[in-house]
């Protein structure tokens, strides 16, 4: 199954923003939306924000995600060494009737 | 408080068979489509199976067709998968969950003779 495009590493210095981005085609993002995950090294993964902005609660409002076309985007303001992690995006795909992830990003607060 | 909570992993050999248990609570666990998704050792998630709300609908990624199973019991609030035909590259962490809202902690099969 094919699968979602993000960069494999950012960095950025503290108290910095952070755009992390995540490209899909028609049956998968641009369709269905994108939500994000953290995951710490050897923690499971927790939901950031799901179907493009709906932040559950609990997530800081550090936290914006957003998509335009087939492209979704994970904004992180104010980093905090804690925001040091790997960050995934999924999306259903309507064609494969699966859901896709991204390879994962890796963030690097300076 | 939700959670998931995840059973079952463990060493098997190649050719052998495992079920993971993942007994949920803190939602309405029926309401929900349910997933299993893995991660090999440094890498990054691959999505597994999906079942829908009531297991009348399921599907795979063509990795584990016709050897994994995935099932749910609506009345134990627990989801199922059942593993056969195990190869070493099937060794990772397995987690359950909705994708979207929660997660499991996951459990590590490892395939290994």
């Known amino acids: 199954q094919a699968g979602l495009t993000q960069p494999p590493s950012v960095s950025k210095g503290l108290r910095q923003t952070a755009t992390l981005t995540c490209t899909g085609n028609s049956n998968n993002v641009g369709n269905q939306g994108a939500g994000w995950l953290q995951q710490h090294q050897g923690h499971p993964p927790k939901v950031l924000s799901y179907?493009?902005?709906n932040r559950p609660s609990g997530i800081s409002e550090r936290f914006s995600a957003s998509r335009s076309g087939n492209t979704a985007s994970l904004t992180i303001t104010g980093l905090q060494p804690e925001d040091e992690a790997d960050y995934y995006c999924?999306?259903?795909?309507?064609?494969?009737?699966?859901?896709?992830f991204g390879g994962g990003t890796k963030l690097t607060v300076l | 408080e939700v959670q998931l909570v995840q059973s079952g992993g463990g060493l098997v050999q190649p050719g052998g068979s495992l079920r993971l248990s993942c007994a949920a609570s803190?939602?309405?666990?029926?309401?929900?489509?349910m997933h299993w998704v893995r991660q090999s050792p440094g890498k990054g998630l691959v999505w597994v199976s999906r079942i829908n709300t009531d297991g009348s609908g399921t599907s795979y990624a063509d990795s584990v067709k016709g050897r994994f199973t995935i099932s749910r019991d609506n009345a134990k609030n627990t989801l199922y998968l059942q593993m056969n035909s195990l190869r070493d590259e099937d060794t990772a962490v397995y987690y359950c969950?909705?994708?979207?809202?929660?997660w499991g902690q996951g459990v590590l099969v490892t395939v290994s003779s």
């Open positions: 803190g939602f309405t666990f029926s309401d929900y489509w």
């Open positions: 999924s999306a259903w795909d309507s064609s494969l009737n699966s859901v896709v």
């Open positions: 179907r493009n902005n």
């Open positions: 969950g909705s994708i979207y809202d929660y």
